[in-house]
């Protein structure tokens, strides 16, 4: 056969058509798929510790017992969800050794406003570091006004 035929014929052979769409789409299809459930998973911390700062903050504007002890509770509220250390923290490795909250309280006209921060450093995921990515670093506050009872 003549080298035109032959390339007429490969050109029009459909065989393994569908392999190598697959071949071509599945491995971005799945770095898609990983880079959403990693980027979902760093939001959803993120929201974790600024709810845990709200949840603080708001108990520390309202709080009535003395300063360590409205303190120690309002952390524990941010880091864990809950008034005692009995359940797991709401992100992993987020507690007070690691990134401590710290309150302040300043004068605003004749309100009080009761500020917490804090800075916490996400661990790094494969994909992040392959993207060259490496530790995300979270700042959450949350400013309150002090309810006096």
Same mark, same amino acid.
């Given at each position: 056969?003549?080298?035109? @035929?032959?390339? !007429?014929?490969?050109?029009?052979?459909? &065989?393994? #058509? $569908?392999?190598?769409? +697959?071949?071509?789409?599945?491995?971005?299809?799945?770095?898609?798929?990983?880079?959403?459930?990693?980027?979902?998973?760093?939001?959803?911390?993120?929201?974790?510790?600024?709810?845990?700062?709200?949840?603080?903050?708001?108990?520390? @504007?309202?709080? !009535?017992?003395?300063?360590?002890?409205? &303190?120690? #509770? $309002?952390?524990?509220? +941010?880091?864990?969800?809950?008034?005692?250390?009995?359940?797991?923290?709401?992100?992993?490795?987020?507690?007070?050794?690691?990134?401590?909250?710290?309150?302040?309280?300043?004068?605003?006209?004749?309100?009080?406003?009761?500020?917490?921060?804090?800075?916490?450093?996400?661990?790094?995921?494969?994909?992040?570091? $392959?993207?060259?990515?490496?530790?995300?670093?979270?700042?959450?506050?949350?400013?309150?006004?002090?309810?006096?009872?």
């Amino acid at each position: 056969m003549n080298p035109i @035929a032959n390339l !007429r014929n490969f050109l029009s052979d459909e &065989q393994g #058509v $569908a392999m190598t769409e +697959a071949i071509i789409v599945v491995p971005f299809l799945t770095f898609l798929a990983i880079s959403v459930l990693e980027f979902g998973s760093v939001l959803w911390q993120r929201e974790q510790i600024e709810t845990g700062m709200r949840d603080a903050a708001r108990y520390m @504007a309202r709080c !009535r017992h003395s300063a360590d002890t409205c &303190q120690n #509770v $309002a952390r524990n509220l +941010a880091y864990y969800g809950s008034a005692a250390v009995t359940t797991r923290p709401r992100v992993r490795d987020w507690n007070a050794d690691k990134s401590p909250i710290t309150f302040t309280e300043s004068v605003s006209g004749s309100s009080t406003i009761i500020s917490a921060t804090t800075t916490h450093q996400l661990p790094g995921s494969p994909l992040f570091s $392959a993207l060259g990515i490496g530790n995300i670093t979270v700042n959450a506050n949350h400013n309150q006004r002090k309810i006096g009872w």
